[in-house]
């Protein structure tokens, strides 16, 4: 794919996954998705009617977050009603590790649990969506491809695809030789971590998106773009 086509891609206006590998974006033509964080006020205030006006303005799929062993105050069955109801398919879905806040749907807390209703409801991934300031330490990060491999052992036993979205963070150094995010990405299996490149998060760092989607083929199925 050209650069250019590439950045004229990148400038939609919401931050959305495309659940594809990069390589095949130009022909595939799958649809944008929309991670339901950005409409968190709405999905707060009434969650049918939400997803409902999201149906209307045309689409799909979506990226889901607040996993805590119920949907939004729903559970699986009462969830996924609303989702036929609108013709709504949840692609991803995000998750915190759990490491210091041992909450309800984090990796660390009856994880097989949040497996088994993430793929009742359809979800093709699951993802570690962010690591809060008190787990950015060497010695965590040292950890953290344990986890992510665990926790992607067991997504993939549901037909489940683990990955990891990053921040700004991950860049920082990790040692003299790599920042975390290259750590994270050589301490863990292709096959059961895959990456959720958010493009926002990786230019503010002032890196090159394209540079990892080339060094790393086959491991960015999905991408978020503000």
């Keep these: 794919m050209l650069r250019k086509d590439f950045l004229?891609?990148?400038s939609l206006g919401?931050?959305?996954?495309?659940?594809?590998?990069?390589?095949?974006?130009?022909?595939?033509?799958?649809?944008?998705?929309?991670?339901?964080?950005t409409v968190r006020n709405a999905i707060s205030d009434n969650l049918e009617k939400a997803l409902e006006r999201l149906?209307?303005?045309?689409?799909?799929?979506?990226?889901?977050?607040?996993?805590n062993g119920n949907f939004f105050g729903k559970n699986k069955t009462e969830f996924l009603s609303v989702l036929?109801?609108?013709?709504?398919?949840?692609?991803?879905?995000?998750?915190?590790?759990?490491?210091?806040?041992?909450e309800a749907g984090t990796l660390t807390n009856n994880w097989e649990k949040s497996v088994e209703d993430l793929h009742f409801i359809g979800a093709k991934f699951m993802v570690c969506s962010y690591l809060i300031p008190e787990e950015r330490s060497i010695e965590k990060y040292k950890k953290l491809p344990q986890l992510l491999e665990i926790s992607g052992e067991l997504t993939k036993k549901a037909g489940i695809q683990f990955a990891y979205h990053n921040?700004?963070?991950?860049?920082?150094?990790?040692?003299?030789?790599?920042?975390v995010y290259d750590f994270i990405l050589a301490q863990t299996s292709s096959d059961l971590v895959k990456m959720e490149l958010d493009l926002y998060?990786?230019?503010?760092?002032?890196?090159?998106?394209?540079?990892y989607f080339e060094k790393?083929?086959?491991?960015?199925?999905?991408?978020h773009k503000i």
């Design 216 to 223: 790393h083929p086959n491991r960015f199925p999905l991408w």
């Design 55 to 67: 149906a209307s303005l045309g689409f799909t799929e979506l990226e889901i977050y607040g996993y």
């Design 167 to 179: 921040h700004d963070f991950e860049f920082d150094k990790f040692d003299e030789k790599q920042n």
């Design 84 to 102: 036929n109801n609108t013709g709504l398919k949840v692609i991803s879905s995000h998750h915190q590790t759990g490491v210091i806040k041992n």
């Design 14 to 37: 919401f931050l959305g996954l495309y659940s594809c590998g990069i390589s095949n974006m130009k022909s595939s033509r799958k649809p944008l998705a929309i991670q339901l964080y």
């Design 8 to 10: 004229q891609l990148s």
């Design 201 to 211: 998060w990786i230019s503010k760092a002032r890196l090159d998106p394209l540079y």
